[in-house]
């Protein structure tokens, strides 16, 4: 029991040692930014998930997710002027009972350049403002596979891919027949990201943020269905001559930004 008592103590003894040493540490890099001697660093990283919203012919119950890992380099910026290259995987999918009666899953991999505008900057006259506002805005590539099943007998009815007869329509292409040799296992299609996202500094280091984001891609594929018509979209036959598909991403966000030494590359 004795034993017991004098666990818990050192560890409570710990634990807030090691409060006590991170807020000197918070302190501190704070009282050297202010000084001047130590500024942002060029880099950043952040880790985000959240939900995924469809927008295209099964829009019905269509929340998802997805997760991301966002590397941000800043070495050309001006204060408020960022550039970032985003990597995200998610999921996107819905349904739709009249006409089409099924529904759809698509899997998909995202890499992203977004230039990002912190519009905080301008909205507040404090220099160590914590807040920050960014008005997002880039172009990226995403890789999907989409299929589409029947709802009442879960059959797969539709697919914009096949792994042997499929072949590539080179990239933005909006429609016709494909140049590239069979055989893919996943559709590529561009994007283009806007949005903003709201930052708020834990720490001179630590931020956290929410991310709201609208992604218009060069294809009506995303949900295996390609206009009010039931159509197999493979790319083996054409791109799509019907309106683009489009997705919506809410997502939290943690951040971590280095710090460097005045006077240091």
């Not at 507040?124 to 007998?153: C, K, M, Q, V």
């Not at 001559?241 to 930004?257: A, E, H, I, K, M």
Request: net charge positive; hydrophobic share 35%.
């Amino acid at each position: 029991m004795i034993l017991k008592k004098l666990l818990f103590l050192t560890l409570c003894l710990g634990l807030a040692s090691e409060g006590t040493a991170q807020l000197n540490k918070v302190r501190w890099e704070k009282r050297m930014l202010r000084r001047g001697q130590m500024s942002p660093s060029a880099f950043g990283v952040t880790v985000r998930t959240g939900p995924t919203f469809f927008w295209g012919e099964l829009k019905d119950r269509n929340i998802r997710s997805a997760t991301g890992i966002g590397l941000t380099a800043t070495y050309f910026r001006t204060s408020s002027l960022s550039l970032g290259v985003d990597v995200h995987y998610g999921t996107l999918g819905g349904e739709k009972k009249a006409f089409f009666n099924s529904g759809f899953r698509t899997h998909y991999y995202a890499v992203e350049a977004v230039q990002r505008w912190d519009i905080g900057a301008f909205l507040s006259r404090e220099e160590d403002n914590p807040y920050h506002l960014h008005l997002i805005a880039g172009i990226g590539l995403a890789f999907f596979r989409a299929n589409a099943y029947d709802l009442d007998t879960g059959e797969r009815i539709r697919f914009s891919n096949h792994p042997a007869n499929s072949a590539r329509t080179p990239l933005f292409r909006r429609w016709g027949p494909p140049q590239g040799p069979p055989g893919i296992r996943q559709t590529r299609e561009r994007l283009i990201p806007v949005g903003m996202v709201f930052d708020y500094d834990l720490t001179p280091c630590w931020k956290a943020g929410v991310d709201l984001r609208w992604y218009f891609a060069r294809t009506d594929k995303l949900d295996a269905t390609s206009g009010y018509r039931l159509l197999n979209p493979e790319e083996a036959d054409s791109y799509s001559d019907t309106p683009n598909d489009c997705f919506s991403q809410l997502t939290v966000s943690v951040g971590y930004r280095f710090l460097r030494r005045r006077g240091r590359k």
